[in-house]
């Protein structure tokens, strides 16, 4: 039995507040199905680790997308705060398909290292969101669903930016975005589309999401591919579903903001191909080719990691 003191202690360790959301002006030009209407939402943080360098919290707040699966609609996050003082840049972190959340950790903690704020953010239907005895996962056989994550995880990243807007440490007007691969797809369409967030690192990233999704050798993507075409489904139809969520669509809005994209030459989930259509239509931004493929592209993220650290602390 935990002692009536400490349990006080622990209890009043979390923190609960509310962020007041007053979308601006450009906030019509957002897509409808991306915008975020005038609200209040709740959060609670709760201290876990703290460093020399940095405090670690837990972070959790309501999505506002509602999902068919309520145990997915809170947020769950980890907001890797510096101990530096004064106004601080400040990242989302976003992960991979294979939710190695150890990686994002990693990054989040040497961002913040460095100086930058960063809030790791698992995505839908990852870790805590995933509803127990149910196999819904972002990217599953049910196209559909996978879709409706798309657009949840892209609302779920506005609201994690309003959230770091409202922190006293952290500069409003230098919000960015990264993440590998899956991570890398939700952070170009966040930043495509939100008029916050003003700068993204985009790795092992790219558009064309029906091709991506039709070609993917991922056992989870062939089993996406067999349902759709078991219900009768063709390509064309699953270009149509995936338009309105595919970095593609919204590229522009990616121009004139601060974007680094980072690549790999044999990328075989990611083919250079679709990596170069979005770099094109987001207006040619700094791009790295590596020398790897999707999966040894492990190789390199130690000075990939130090290139996007340096790139949100404005030295890249």
Known sequence: ?????????????????????????????????????????????????????????????????????PQNNTVHAEYFQPAQPG???AVIVLHILG????????????????GVAALFVKLPYYGE?????????????????????????????????????SRSEVDGSRIGVTGISLGGIVSSLAAGVDPQIGRAAILLGGGGLAEILWDM??????????????SG????????????????????????????MI???SDEIIPPSATTKLWEAAGRPPIQWLDCGHYSAAGYLLPVFRTVIAFFNDEF
Not at 99 to 114: I, K
Not at 157 to 164: D, F, G, P, S, T
Not at 222 to 229: C, E, G, L, N
Request: aromatic content about 8%.
């Open 1 to 69: 039995m935990i002692p009536t003191l400490t349990l006080a202690v622990a209890l009043s360790a979390f923190q609960h507040g509310e962020v007041r959301v007053m979308p601006g002006p450009e906030e019509a030009s957002v897509p409808e199905r991306f915008r975020l209407v005038e609200s209040t939402f709740g959060f609670v943080l709760q201290p876990l680790r703290t460093t020399p360098r940095y405090s670690v919290s837990k972070l959790t707040f309501p999505s506002p997308i509602t999902s068919p699966d």
């Open 87 to 89: 106004k601080r840049p």
């Open 99 to 114: 939710a190695d959340f150890a990686l994002s950790r990693y990054l989040a903690a040497r961002l913040a290292d460095e």
């Open 129 to 165: 969101r995933r509803p127990a005895n149910l196999d819904a996962r972002f990217l599953s056989s049910d196209i559909e669903r996978s879709v409706i994550a798309m657009r949840q995880g892209v609302c779920d990243v506005r609201r994690a930016a309003q959230w770091l807007a």
């Open 217 to 230: 050798p991922e056992a989870e993507a062939r089993d996406s591919r067999k349902a759709w075409i078991a």
């Open 233 to 260: 489904r063709t390509r064309k139809e699953l270009a149509e579903l995936t338009r309105p969520f595919d970095p593609l669509t919204y590229a522009r809005g990616l121009q004139g903001k601060r974007v680094l």
């Open 263 to 265: 690549a790999g030459r």
